[in-house]
């Protein structure tokens, strides 16, 4: 049997140290918003004849150095582009340079995306991912509500509710590095992403929970509550990296074949169950050890 409380001295370590880089880098660098976030212009073509490759489209835009230049194709023969600008004359050459190069094209619809709609979208974006820590805290409490000790029910939750933070922040840092570099963006499917990060971290986390709940239960009186989670993670540990691994070799393959749309999407997932699996197996468990000991070092005082 690993002992794996035992080493959640060096995961501590390691998250602070990545929280300190992270800190670093967003205080450095910042994000990189899309037009979803900063504002834009949507425009949708249609190609009469045979449809061009995106990356035709963008070399052919190169020139007009467009900020935040996303091309989407559709299924009606048509090509969605959009840009951070909402200027009439960078409109007009956007167009005129497709129909240079593509005589048979045709403008379907322009939409121009604000700076207030932006706006409160950021706001949206940040009350859904509080919402669903905090409902996720309340629900883990009130299901393990009947395992009250040696660690009380709500510290189950708030030790979930901390993971996730955790696996969110790192994944936000990691954009923030890729967009200072790579210029990678902040779109609304990073959000998306975010948000499904929420739902499979916490569910590896509930696993390695129940799994305790029921040891404890079972348990003497003689065994001590660190031992108890170190055997409830050993038995959980093949069925949680496992879980983890059957989905990243889908979403790398979605990364790698799925085209430029969902590129972001599937990478930020990417990230965020890898750290995800490691939160759940060396954080969120070590969480409950670190309160229990507290209570210890409380009590003899």
């Not at 963008?58 to 023969?77: A, F, R």
């Not at 969605?80 to 190069?101: C, L």
């Not at 009130?142 to 994944?171: C, E, M, N, Q």
Request: aromatic letters at 12%.
């Amino acid at each position: 049997m690993i002992n794996i409380v035992q080493k959640m001295k060096y995961a501590y370590t390691f998250s602070l140290i990545l929280f300190v880089l992270g800190v670093f880098s967003l205080l450095t660098w910042g994000l990189k918003f899309g037009i979803d976030f900063t504002g834009g212009t949507l425009m949708e073509i249609k190609f009469n004849s045979e449809m061009p490759a995106t990356s035709d489209i963008s070399e052919k835009l190169q020139d007009l150095n467009l900020n935040s230049l996303i091309i989407q194709p559709t299924q009606n023969q048509s090509l969605i582009i959009r840009y951070g600008s909402e200027d009439e004359e960078t409109n007009e050459k956007v167009f005129s340079q497709i129909k240079k190069n593509y005589p048979e094209s045709v403008q379907l619809r322009i939409d121009y995306i604000n700076a207030s709609i932006s706006n409160e979208l950021k706001s949206k974006s940040f009350w859904a991912i509080f919402w669903a820590c905090a409902g996720i805290m309340a629900y883990i409490a009130y299901a393990f509500r009947k395992v009250s000790r040696p660690v009380a029910s709500w510290k189950y939750g708030a030790g979930a509710v901390i993971a996730l933070i955790h696996d969110v922040f790192i994944t936000i840092v990691v954009f923030s590095i890729l967009g200072h570099f790579k210029g990678t963006e902040i779109d609304i499917p990073f959000i998306a992403a975010l948000l499904t990060i929420l739902g499979f971290s916490v569910h590896d986390t509930i696993v390695v929970y129940d799994r305790t709940r029921e040891n404890l239960l079972r348990s003497s009186s003689k065994e001590k509550f660190p031992e108890i989670v170190n055997r409830s993670l050993n038995e959980t540990l093949v069925r949680s990296i496992n879980t983890s691994l059957t989905v990243l070799i889908t979403l790398i393959a979605i990364y790698i074949f799925g085209g430029e749309s969902v590129q972001s999407f599937s990478l930020a997932l990417i990230i965020g169950i890898t750290v995800g699996t490691y939160s759940s197996i060396f954080i969120a468990t070590a969480l409950l050890v670190t309160s229990y000991e507290w209570q210890l070092k409380k009590a003899k005082n």
